[in-house]
């Protein structure tokens, strides 16, 4: 019995082995070598391709020995008792909401807080944020749009033009980029209020597209593939965070009488988005309890039935476009802000793939998963620099990794917007 | 004036006649129940009253506080919010992944939405959707002890027992605050029990809200224990139409059910 299961280990180990090395041959096995003048070759790495298969056995290996560990354990005691079932109690979830918002805040004063760690936790934060508003679309109300991008360049470029042409700043244009980025939003969603599923994503993913060509070639007002420069960075109350005010006014830190310095500035930045996202939250959080939000969720969960109870899906999903678009356009209009250049080149597909990833992985409608999904998804790339060219291939692994062991997200639990309250009265 | 009149009903999908030229009316506080064998066009009616389909031919005439309103031209989110017809689904359509209690606030979606200001009060918290709110959980509370489901109001609706799953789906209905209720097959899939409880409710829903019950079932034992009006649909055509003991005699009513011997 036991050695039969041993066997059988060991044959699968084999086989994945196999598979590995078939794999590996052509994809590790082989390197183009640059020799300058004389052209490139060929070399070989075998070495790494019997690592690469040994690896994979052992692993294998383990993975089946932990299987039938796991399994034994299920016969002799409760592994799954529905303490570990059930979904964290509230005030946990609350604490834990909490201590990441005060670790937020804290972050740029922490010892070890550099400007690249600050700036990544910035990027973060941007995709924190596009994450919740591409959740109110996807994750809420269940339409999938693989074009979200292009809310984001509306935001990005309608602040750029407003602060160009009206002299607009920050703080006046961040509105006005949402709304244009709504009515993009509403204007998407008419077209596509019949569709659902794979063709609503084919159409979102050609909206995309179309808003970024436009970009390119509408070279007079968008500067075509170079972009727009010198967009203006945001005050703090009027007070501009530069060496000098251009126009002879009070700088930041001469009203506060202390030495300028350029992290200030990326700090500001990142108070910022920081300050953005979580008003996003307490909005998007808010509506999700509002009649609204539940009719996105309904709206997901069966258009038919929303009918028959007197919902119009029309109104329905031309709302979550709208909040959403308008939430990724406040994003842009900080990308803008942010960087001070935008070009056409931030906004291809990939972008929105990304942006999709995050709200997949961190579990459809989940406020935290996203927050840790973005985390994983900006920061391991990143980290990944230390492997150079393995990098993409430790992100495909992480990703694959989630998919296998979290296949509906990393935080899969949805809490419901109303209880009928304590047990008491039951 | 009935509360529905059914007039020429005809709906016809290419070739195929799916209803031909079916009239019936049906009246506040009865139960009105169409039966006929499978394919007779019976679910194909009901998708014409709540606005699925849109009849080829015909007139749907519900008349709501002396207001009458055509099912035939209305879109089908408005036939249920304006005209007050509710309707159940014979392969059950709860929201699977939200609560017990979200399933019957969402079916009060259009009061609370005014309530709300369109998210707009709402938003800033103020109290005239606080007590909105309240009373929709009030009214759902009252419908969850209706229908012995308090206990999970919590848990998703998708998790409940077959059973439970429809009466949630009666109970989602009636929080709509319908005039006409319109139910696919209810007794389908339940037990002997499960039937018998789901009479009573049925009883109690004509005898207390004094709404019009329209019917499609199987069981009948259950359509000639509750109706008060039989319609028979064979073919897409009206064979027989009228109280249960009538119906049940009816010769043409018997050799649609059971051939032309008997």
Known sequence: MAAARVRAALRDAAMAAAVAFVLAVPLVGFETVDFGRTGTGIATRFGWVWIGTGGVFVVRLALAVSGAARLHWAKVGPA???????????????????????FAVALPFLPFAS???????????????????????????????????????????????????????????LPVSGVLAAAFGVVLGFPVLRLRGDYLAIVTLGFGEMIRIILLNWSRVTGGPNGLLGIPKPSFFGLPLLPRARDGGVTFHQFFHIPFSPQQSIVFLYFVILFLALVTNAFTLRLRRLPIGRAWEALREDEIACRALGIDPTKVKLSAFAIGAMLGGFAGAFFATRLGFISPESFTFQESATILAIVVLGGMGSQMGVVLAAIVLVTLPEFGRAFAEYRMLLFGAAMVAIMVWRPRGLLAQRAPSIRLGPAEGR | MPLLAVEHLSIGFGGLLAVGDVSFAAEEGEITAIIGPNGAGKTTVFNCLTGFYRPTVGRLALSRHGRMHYLERMDGFRIAREAGVARTFQNIRLFAG????????????????????????????????????????????????????TARADDAAGSLPYGAQRRLEIARAMCTDPHLLCLDEPAAGLNP??????????????????????????????????SDRIVVLNYGRKIADGPPDAVRRDPDVIKAYLGAEA
């Open chain 2, 193 to 226: 029990r499960e039937t018998a409880e789901l009479i009573t409710l049925l009883l109690s829903i004509r005898d207390e809200s004094g709404i019009g019950l329209l019917l499609i079932e199987h069981d009948m034992r259950l359509v000639m224990g509750i």
């Open chain 1, 115 to 173: 400007r690249y760690l600050v700036d990544l936790a910035t990027t973060v934060l941007i995709y924190i944020m596009l994450g919740w508003g591409l959740n109110v679309v996807v994750g809420l109300a269940g339409l999938l749009d693989l074009g979200y991008v292009a809310f984001y360049a509306v935001g990005a470029y309608s602040f750029a033009l407003f602060a160009r042409w009206f002299g607009l700043s920050f703080w006046e244009a």
């Open chain 1, 80 to 102: 799954d008792s529905p303490a570990r079932l059930g979904s964290p109690p509230k005030h946990a979830r609350a604490l834990a909401g909490l201590l990441l918002v005060v």
């Open chain 2, 98 to 149: 939200m609560t017990v209690l979200e399933n019957l606030i969402v079916a009060q979606h259009n009061v609370l939405m005014r309530a709300s200001l369109y998210s707009f009060g709402g938003l800033l918290g103020l109290p005239l959707y606080r007590n909105a709110e309240a009373r929709a959980v009030a009214k759902a509370r009252n419908w969850l002890d209706r229908i012995g489901l």
